[in-house]
């Protein structure tokens, strides 16, 4: 180690190390002074991410000194990054020559591109003042390396038909305190900045979505007696299967969000509605993914049957458009129906509806405190969902915006039973009904439709597992 601090201010003297190998960055003492110092600058931090007490600004300027001369030296291993690198470290300096005022990253982060180097194994040195998604809701500064899932089969996906240049999938390597949470996302607009970009890419971590998934279906598939189909077995025992699995859920999953028939602008930019909106607008995405993954399956199936050879590019298309249907139904049955809190947990109603829609279609059966699914009839149990939710939203752009909220609420009390004492399920008075849409919304109780008795007894059983999913490495059994 070529360099050293002086007592606890952590003043750098010299510099660290050069590395110049990305597989390896995360043993660098480049990497951890870095991050050391990363996390050392946190608590001088508030909300917005600035650090206002003048009396911290020594130890913040050695602090962002560490940062900086640790992506200096780790740099090198990480050459498709560099002007990103290099206007991260003026950034960082700008932020301690102002006085460390709110920070503004907008000129790192325009020269962030992942999505232009989506190559399997590819790694990158992030490093942002930056919020994190069911993590942190403070822009503190966050470190990570990352490495880029990106499987031939995926390449080939998303050349043809299911094309989504934004798209960016990603393996947690090492990161600072905010993904040391229930955060598998890496968002650009979480950042810092003092305007707002047109953005270029998103990624999602489906090396902590897959861990947490493996874990918690094993757990609950146990708990409720369910007998796993093989390939759906085989899953839950192989982290590199289920990774590749929700690459190619998510990719689906994630350009579904801007296509179809849609309300006139999309859901998410902002707008303040009924949370089982939100439900909706993930269950078209997910549903979306499973029809498209039925339809790939199907479709190289009947290929096969007529005795046409695939590539082997093709038949892990087939194989894990197969498994894509199982971390749908699994993933949304079993986690996102029990975790979080019960206040407007949209992702939790989807996945209680789902689970209530199969159960009234026949196809999902629990009898003899056993779990077990038809799994013949259930693709098209699933893509019926889909479908009802595509034609409510086909409906939606002929329609008043609060008229499009009472028909979506009716398809969803279709299935699940609202609280008792829902003013919606009873009907919303006149003058709410005459009113502002805010009365709509503020109507709607924090939770609006409630666990089951089913979920009710399996979140108690299942707590113990959700929560030891929190900061869940792909690397963690």
């Known amino acids: 180690m070529s360099f050293s601090t002086l007592h606890d201010n952590s003043t750098l003297i010299g510099e660290p190390e050069v590395v110049e190998d990305a597989t390896t960055a995360e043993n660098s003492a480049a990497w951890r002074t870095l991050k050391d110092a990363a996390i050392a600058l946190r608590p001088l931090q508030i909300k917005d991410g600035s650090v206002p007490n003048a009396q911290d600004h020594e130890a913040a300027r050695a602090h962002v000194a560490a940062i900086t001369a640790g992506i200096r030296a780790l740099a090198p291993a990480f050459p498709h990054d560099a002007a990103y690198l290099d206007a991260s470290v003026k950034d960082f300096q700008r932020w301690a020559d102002e006085g460390f005022g709110v920070p503004d990253f907008l000129d790192s982060l325009l020269a962030f591109q992942p999505q232009q180097h989506r190559i399997d194994g590819i790694r990158h040195l992030v490093v942002f003042p930056m919020y994190t998604q069911n993590g942190s809701s403070d822009r503190l500064v966050e470190a990570l390396i990352v490495e880029t899932i990106w499987p031939e089969f995926i390449a080939d996906l998303e050349a043809g038909d299911y094309g989504n240049k934004l798209f960016v999938s990603l393996r947690l390597i090492d990161f600072t305190p905010g993904y040391d949470t229930n955060s598998a996302v890496l968002f650009p607009e979480t950042v810092a900045m003092r305007e707002i970009p047109s953005f270029t890419w998103g990624a999602i971590f489906q090396d902590r979505e897959a861990a947490r998934y493996r874990r918690v279906v094993r757990a609950a598939s146990e708990i409720t007696n369910l007998e796993l189909p093989e390939r759906a077995a085989a899953m839950l025992d192989d982290q590199e299967l289920a990774e ?108 209680q509806l789902l689970f209530a829609w199969l159960h009234q279609r026949g196809v999902l059966h629990w009898t003899d405190t056993a779990l077990a699914f038809d799994w013949g009839n259930v693709p098209d149990a699933v893509v019926a969902l889909g479908d009802a939710i595509d034609d409510l939203y086909w409906h939606s752009i002929d329609r008043p915006k609060i008229a499009h909220w009472l028909a979506a609420y009716e398809l969803v009390r279709g299935t699940l039973t609202p609280h008792p004492a829902s003013q919606w399920a009873r009907g919303l008075s006149d003058e709410i009904l005459a009113g502002a849409p805010k009365g709509y919304t503020d109507a709607v109780m924090d939770d609006e439709f409630p666990l089951s008795m089913f979920f009710e007894t399996l979140d108690k059983k299942m707590k113990p597992v959700i929560e030891s999913t929190v900061g869940i490495r792909g690397t963690d059994d």
């Open 244 to 351: 590749k699995t929700f690459v190619m859920w998510d990719i689906i999953h994630d350009r579904t969000h801007m296509r179809g028939d849609l309300p006139f602008d999309p859901f998410m930019i902002k707008q303040r509605m009924p949370f089982f909106l939100y439900s909706l607008e993930e269950m078209r995405c997910d549903m979306t993914a499973f029809r498209e993954s039925v339809k790939i399956e199907r479709g190289l199936a009947a290929r096969i049957a007529a005795g046409e050879q695939l590539t082997a590019t093709e038949q892990e298309m087939h194989d894990y458009a197969h498994l894509v249907q199982y971390a749908v139904i699994f993933d949304r049955i079993f986690r996102f129906a029990i975790t979080g809190t019960r206040t407007r947990n949209y992702d939790a109603v989807g996945g």
